[in-house]
């Protein structure tokens, strides 16, 4: 009985007992659970039904026999094993366990944290469905062949079979026989797209050069991306060597110096909470960047702050997962003779899922072997802003597809340098020129400039966003993939045909999707014990709080323009939503790309001009 109450008060077991009660719902990815509260406040409250303790009972004469018996029955089990009121009250809750940390539908699986992003050996939307068989199977013209292999089927089946033909009723129905499909390949549109794109630019830098001949390097793009490149390299290394400080803290961890829970969980939230407040002013005031570099610079901060956060809490949640196994496996074996079977249940079931945890990537059971400046490093390289212990890798390197990609990026880069130095730039002069000119001679003329401007940036800009995004989502971050053997190569879905803001959001950036499903939606409900509603509201709001940063870099004013667009998607995927829509995916998708198309234009002119 002493036993029984030591361990009752030992406060990592008030601890186990918290986590695998119904009050703890469901612990989602990577969070951290509160320190042990007194017994006073482990109450729990009243405001819902389905998580009270104790059930309110009609007092009838038909359940106070049976209530009785059960008391009795509650009695002999406190003589034999007793616990204090606030175990009794635990130990009610038991069967709400499984909805924990099992299945629903199957009470022998165990739920990871971990399961909510997966990564599988897959390949990009682009080369997949174009590259690849353009490079492999094309050969020329296929739906002529088709027509005549079809034709030659119709005529051998006529010379063979006698068919009778029904003309009195008129069908619609198409002169190829049921299963039959007409297939061609659209690899040669790809192809004529770039080469489209690529004439443009040439005829661009002949008119240049008939007129200036050859001083390119008079060119404001091509100053932008030319100058103080060293700075700018010394400069974004020492952010990336900073980063290893979650490393540090993490070895210190593991020599058993300091503790996660407390030392190393304070260190590592303050050092990526004033990582981008104190790198910020040095790239956008300190020294005077242009704004090509200020995003850059500012884009990969945030890059380094989500990697150090996710490879740090991802070890951190495993350090509470190991210490709890070492501590569950300690009191089975301390008290095994006198805890009753519901408490042995308890711990034996927390060191399974434990065990489960730790071995849900690696059988080897690798952490914390992968706590190392090495393993960091190389999560650093991959294309991937999730850290895991174990990636899909491919067997070699294609070197022939790394040079495939490589002219793809330089080749992207010259197009986007093209179209922002020839088709936005004397733009965007216009637009400082209106935003210099209070009156503009009225509201009347001045809206009306507005609007010019606005049309007059929408071409160019859009040209300039998709290939900003085939660069950097399809070409750069291939070549990464593929220099480092990196197998999972969704980095984007298919975008263009979504018929809603919210399908949006959730493929066209699948690092940053996967990122904010893991450390901010469901950290968000385990640790601030938000909604699904709320959680996805907190989402969104921090995701837009980043984008206005991102404009604070290029203009170095606040105007929160791109906010509300951010936050605006709510307002557009609730019409979406609406069965007017939903029944028209077709007017869905034509809204949609009406909006990525004048979108990124409305806010770049709100920017410039007010």
């Given at each position: 009985m002493t036993e029984t109450k030591d361990l009752l008060q030992d406060e990592e077991f008030l601890k186990i007992r918290r986590l695998n009660s119904a009050e703890a719902n469901k612990r989602h990815s990577v969070t951290y659970d509160?320190?042990?509260?007194?017994?006073?406040?482990?109450?729990?409250?009243?405001?819902?039904?389905?998580?009270?303790?104790?059930?309110?009972?009609?007092?009838?004469?038909?359940?106070?026999?049976?209530?009785?018996?059960?008391?009795?029955?509650?009695?002999?089990?406190?003589?034999?094993?007793?616990?204090?009121?606030?175990?009794?009250?635990?130990?009610?809750?038991?069967?709400?366990?499984?909805?924990?940390?099992?299945?629903?539908?199957?009470?022998?699986?165990?739920?990871?944290f971990f399961g909510d992003v997966s990564f599988d050996p897959r390949p990009t939307l682009l080369d997949s469905a174009i590259n690849v068989p353009f490079q492999t199977t094309f050969k020329g013209p296929v739906l002529e062949k088709q027509l005549k292999n079809l034709q030659l089927t119709k005529t051998k089946?006529?010379?063979?079979?006698?068919?009778?033909?029904?003309?009195?009723?008129?069908?619609?129905?198409?002169?190829?026989?049921?299963?039959?499909k007409l297939e061609s390949n659209f690899s040669g549109i790809y192809v004529f797209a770039w080469m489209f794109l690529g004439w443009i630019a040439i005829r661009c830098c002949t008119d240049y050069y008939a007129s200036y001949g050859s001083a390119w390097n008079k060119l404001e793009i091509v100053q932008y991306m030319t100058t103080d490149l060293f700075t700018i390299a010394m400069l974004d290394l020492a952010m990336f060597l900073c980063t290893f400080f979650v490393v540090f803290v993490h070895w210190l961890v593991k020599k058993r110096i300091i503790n996660w829970k407390w030392t190393g969980f304070v260190a590592v939230s303050i050092f990526e909470l004033a990582f981008i407040p104190v790198t910020f002013p040095i790239y956008v005031y300190y020294f005077d960047f242009n704004w090509v570099t200020r995003i850059f610079l500012f884009l990969h901060s945030v890059v380094f702050v989500m990697k150090s956060h996710s490879f740090a809490f991802y070890n951190g949640y495993l350090w509470d997962i190991k210490q709890e196994l070492e501590y569950s496996s300690k009191q089975l074996q301390k008290y095994k003779e006198s805890l009753s079977p519901e408490t042995r249940e308890i711990l034996q079931k927390s060191c399974d899922f434990c065990l489960f945890e730790l071995n849900y990537q690696t059988k080897d059971n690798d952490f914390p072997n992968n706590i190392s400046c090495s393993n960091f490093f190389m999560f650093c390289l991959f294309p991937v802003l999730v850290y895991q212990i174990n990636y899909p890798?491919?067997?070699?390197?294609?070197?022939?597809?790394?040079?495939?990609?490589?002219?793809?990026?330089?080749?992207?880069?010259?197009?986007?340098?093209?179209?922002?130095?020839?088709?936005?730039?004397?733009?965007?002069?216009?637009?400082?020129?209106?935003?210099?000119?209070?009156?503009?001679?009225?509201?009347?003329?001045?809206?009306?400039?507005?609007?010019?401007?606005?049309?007059?940036?929408?071409?160019?800009?859009?040209?300039?966003?998709?290939?900003?995004?085939?660069?950097?989502w399809d070409a750069l971050l291939n070549c990464v993939a593929e220099l480092t053997r990196f197998a999972d190569r969704y980095f984007y879905g298919d975008w263009w045909n979504c018929v809603s803001f919210e399908e949006f959001s959730r493929i066209w950036n699948v690092p940053v999707h996967k990122f904010l499903l893991r450390h901010v939606y469901h950290s968000s409900m385990g640790a601030l014990h938000l909604s699904k509603s709320q959680a996805t509201l907190f989402t969104f709001f921090l995701s837009a709080v980043f984008h206005e940063m991102a404009m604070f870099a290029i203009f170095r004013r606040v105007r929160g323009y791109l906010f509300m667009f951010q936050l605006s998607q709510f307002v557009w995927t609730a019409l979406s939503n609406t069965k007017f829509l939903r029944a028209r995916p077709q007017l869905s998708n034509v809204v949609f790309s009406f909006g990525v198309c004048s979108g990124p234009s409305i806010i770049m002119t709100l920017y410039l001009t007010l």
């Open positions: 509160n320190v042990i509260l007194p017994q006073e406040s482990m109450e729990v409250s009243p405001r819902s039904s389905t998580t009270s303790l104790v059930e309110p009972v009609e007092s009838t004469e038909g359940v106070e026999s049976t209530e009785a018996e059960r008391v009795a029955g509650k009695q002999e089990q406190e003589e034999e094993y007793p616990v204090d009121a606030h175990m009794q009250k635990y130990l009610s809750h038991l069967k709400s366990k499984s909805r924990s940390r099992f299945h629903r539908k199957d009470a022998s699986k165990y739920v990871s089946t006529k010379a063979t079979v006698k068919t009778t033909v029904k003309t009195t009723e008129k069908t619609d129905k198409a002169d190829a026989p049921p299963g039959e890798r491919t067997s070699r390197i294609r070197w022939r597809y790394v040079l495939e990609k490589v002219c793809a990026i330089i080749g992207t880069i010259f197009l986007m340098m093209v179209t922002a130095q020839f088709f936005m730039h004397p733009v965007a002069m216009r637009c400082i020129q209106f935003h210099n000119t209070p009156t503009f001679g009225g509201w009347i003329p001045a809206t009306q400039e507005w609007f010019h401007l606005l049309f007059d940036m929408i071409p160019g800009f859009t040209v300039l966003y998709m290939l900003t995004f085939y660069m950097i």
